[in-house]
C-alpha cells in the first residue's frame, strides 16, 4: 500500500468541504488514516494547509490521568486520542488550555477557543467545544465515528440532560495540587451512533488516506440534537435491558421523579 502524499491529504480534506479560514475541530485515529507522507507530522500538516493560514485548527488535548496536576507544556494528552493529537499539541505555535479538559489549537482563533477556565462539566458552552461552534466551526471524524465526537456532550450540556457521573482531576492552585469533584454527562457513547441517521443531509462522508471521514457543522450536530435530548433526556443512554454499565451508572445518577425512558 502506497503513502497518501500531503499534497494529496489535503485535496482529499478540501474535497469534503473544508475551506481555507474556518474552525476545523479533528479527531482522529491514525492507524486508519496511514499510511501517509511523513507519518502523523505530514497528516497535521496537510489539514494545516486546508485551513490556510487564515484558518484554524483544533484538537482534543485532555489528559487521561487524574492525579497529577496538569500542565499544558508538558502533561501528555490522553493516550486514547491518539499520536496525531499528541503531536499537535507538542508543535510550536500550538496553544493549548491552561486546565485538565484541554483542547489545542493554531491558528487567528486559538487563542479565543483555548483562553477559557476550566469549565465543569467539561464539554460547556464556555469550553473549546463550546467556542468551536460559537465560531461556526466544522467537525471532521477521521477513522473515528461519533463515540469520539465531542460536540455531542456540549449537546448534552446545551439540553440539560439530567445524568452526571462522579469525576475528578487535579489542578495547581497557588503552586499546590487540588484535586476537584465534579459530575460528567458521561455514559457508554455507543448510542451517539444515531446522530450520522439524524444529520443525513447535513454531512458529507469521504476518504482521507485510507480513513473513512464525516464532516459537519458544529451547529447542525447541537441544532439536530438539543430537540430530541428535550423531548427524551436519556436517548443517548442504552435502555435497563441492554445491561450496559456505564448507561445503567448514568441512569441511577438522575433526580427521581419523571423522565423519559429511552431504548
Known sequence: MSETSRAE?????????VRPGGVLLVHTSFRA?????????????????????DGTLVMPSWTGDDDEPFDPARTPADPDLGVVAETFRRQPGVLRSDHPMAFAAAGPAADKITADPLPLPPHTPASPVGRVYDLDGLVLLLGVDHTA???????????????????????????????????????????FALVEDWLADKITVG????????LVRSRDIVDAVVPRLRNDPLLF???????????????????????????
Do not use: M, W
Open 9 to 17: 491529504l489535503t485535496a482529499q480534506v478540501l474535497d469534503l468541504g
Open 33 to 53: 488514516v496511514r499510511p501517509v507522507q511523513d507519518g502523523p507530522t505530514g497528516l497535521i500538516a496537510a489539514l494545516r494547509s486546508a485551513v490556510g493560514t
Open 149 to 191: 465526537n465531542t460536540t455531542l456532550h456540549l449537546a448534552e450540556l446545551i439540553a440539560d440532560v439530567p445524568y452526571r457521573l462522579p469525576k475528578s482531576c487535579t489542578v495547581l492552585r497557588d503552586g499546590r495540587p487540588v484535586r476537584v469533584e465534579f459530575g460528567e454527562n458521561d455514559h457508554c457513547c455507543q448510542r
Open 207 to 214: 476518504t482521507v488516506g485510507q480513513a473513512r471521514a464525516i
Open 237 to 263: 443512554l442504552h435502555g435497563p435491558d441492554d445491561h450496559c454499565a456505564e448507561c445503567d451508572a448514568a441512569r441511577r445518577s438522575v433526580p427521581s421523579g419523571p423522565q423519559a425512558t429511552s431504548r
